[in-house]
Structures are given as C-alpha cells and as structure tokens.
C-alpha cells in the first residue's frame, strides 16, 4: 500500500512539473493561431483560433521587412554552426590535455577555473564584457561588438566550462593504453587525439552539441547585448523585439516568430533526447 501511495504521489508531481514545463509553449502554439484582440482578451482559450489565422500571421512574419525572418534565421545558423564546431573541437582538446596531466598542478588549476566559471552568474559579468570586448575590438582593429566574431568567441567562453567538464569525465573511461600504442607506433600527440581520441568522443560531442545548441539557438540576452536591438546582425530571439513597440505589442506576430524560433530545437531535442541523457550520465560517471 505504501508503495502504491509513493507511486501516486510521484506521478503528480511528475504531471504538476510537466504542466508546468509546457504551460509557456501550450501558450505560444495556441495564440500563434489567433489574432492579437484574441489573445489579449482571453490568452487560454481556444476561440478566435484557426488554421487560416496562423497562416495569415506565418505570412505577416516572413514578410516583414522590419523582423528580416531569413536573414536572421541565417545569421542564428552562422553563428550556432560556428560556435557548436569550436566548442566541440577547442572544448575536446583542452579536456583531453587536463585529463592526461590530471596529477599536475597547472592542469589542476586549470580545470577547476574552468568548473568555478560555472557558478559565476552571467548578469554579473554583462557590463564587464561589454566594455572589454570593445576594448578588445579597439586593440587589435576587429569589431567584437554588433558582429558574428564577437559574438561566436563570447559563447566560447561561456559554454566551454560546461563542454570541458562533461568530455573531461567521459575520457577518463577511455584506455590510456590506447594512447601508449599509438606512441609506440609513432603516433604524434596530434595524430593520436584526431585518429584515436575525436572518434572515440563522438557520442559525448553530440550531447553537449545538442545541449550548447539548444542554449545558442535560444539565447537573447547576451545577443541583445553584444549585437544590440538595432545592429546589422540579429538573431531569431533579438529580431522577434521588432514586433514590441513602446506602446503596441503585436502579440500575435511575436508568438508566431517565437513558434519558429524554436520549432527546429524542439525537433532536434524529441529525435536526440535518448543520446543526451546516455551523454550525460556517461560523462559524469565516468
């Protein structure tokens, strides 16, 4: 009886937080296909609802010249391409090095800046950055600030804490036998990493690949800080403010954008959630 009681009090948890979770997207879909009267007189229910309203509103979206949805479906591709590549490659060199030399100091300390840069809240850091990323661009004549370069080495620093501390568990599971062959082959280190260590890392790499994609796709405020509301570059979260005026909103435009914004995480997520959570788990036991 205790059992079945424990059973029942766990399933609506599970169903609270579930709701929970996907109240904000059973709200985003559904007001995608009403108009903006509708959605502001009764945001939770289905009238005013209907297929030709969203395709009037998809329309309305793609159309205008103010969001520039391709363009900035295009830069978001550029720069969540670029910077899940970097991450993967840089983030799996650095942890394979501190795993190696793990009974050194210097990789010690190494590692466990790169684990304190995970607690630092990022609103402490957003004025810091943005003067010394200008700063920066100033120093060596690039722009770091309102362009894609800016932007890509900034998630390198944010999300290369994360990636090297989940790739730097999963090596330690592997063999430094491995290693050791390859040495008496006469395998340089580089030639080892590429031919024996990369291939052996591929099912963690596309853990924290779909996890830092998810959080690159989706990002708006260090993107609205680093390529501002009205920069050259915009991304699908930045661009979706063009809809929000000082004194209108238009609620079935922004909804509609934010529906697309995340659709493509959403279905990456659903086919790939299996291979996330086997990553993890491996990458932290390990």
């Known amino acids: 009886m205790k059992k079945r009681t424990k059973k029942i009090i766990a399933a609506l948890i ?10 904000p997207f059973y709200l985003v879909l559904l007001n995608a296909f009403k108009k903006a009267n509708d959605i502001v007189a009764n945001p939770v229910s289905f009238a005013g609802a209907s297929l030709s309203q969203f395709v009037t509103n998809l329309s309305s979206v793609v159309n205008n010249s103010n969001f520039s949805y ?35 100091k210097w990789a010690n300390v190494i590692y466990m800046i790169f684990i304190a840069s995970m607690v630092i809240p990022f609103q402490v850091v957003m004025l810091p950055l943005i003067s010394t990323f200008r700063d920066v661009g100033n120093f060596i004549g690039v722009s770091m600030l309102q362009s894609i370069p800016g932007i ?25 036998g491995l290693e050791e062959a390859a040495a008496i082959d006469g395998c340089s280190p580089e030639r080892t990493f590429f031919t024996i260590i990369l291939p052996l890392l591929k099912p963690v790499i596309t853990t924290v690949t779909i996890l830092n994609g998810m959080w690159i796709w989706n990002d708006y ?4 800080l680093m390529l501002g509301q009205n920069g050259k570059v915009k991304t699908l979260p930045v661009a979706v403010q063009a809809f929000v005026g000082s004194y209108v909103k238009q609620w079935d435009l922004i909804l509609t954008a934010a529906l697309l914004a995340i659709i493509p995480m959403i279905v990456i997520f659903v086919f790939a959630q299996k291979q996330i959570m086997g990553g993890m788990v491996e990458g932290a036991i390990k």
């Open 14 to 23: 599970g169903t609270v937080i579930a709701v929970y979770t996907l109240l």
């Open 152 to 176: 890509v080495f900034a998630y390198l620093g944010f999300g290369g804490a994360m990636t090297v501390f989940i790739l730097n568990g999963f090596i330690k599971g592997i063999p430094y």
């Open 221 to 224: 405020l260090l993107p609205s």
């Open 70 to 104: 391709w363009y900035a479906f295009a830069c978001s591709i550029i720069i969540t391409f670029v910077s899940l590549a970097l991450l993967a490659l840089l983030g799996a060199m650095a942890a394979w090095v501190i795993c190696r030399n793990n009974k050194k």
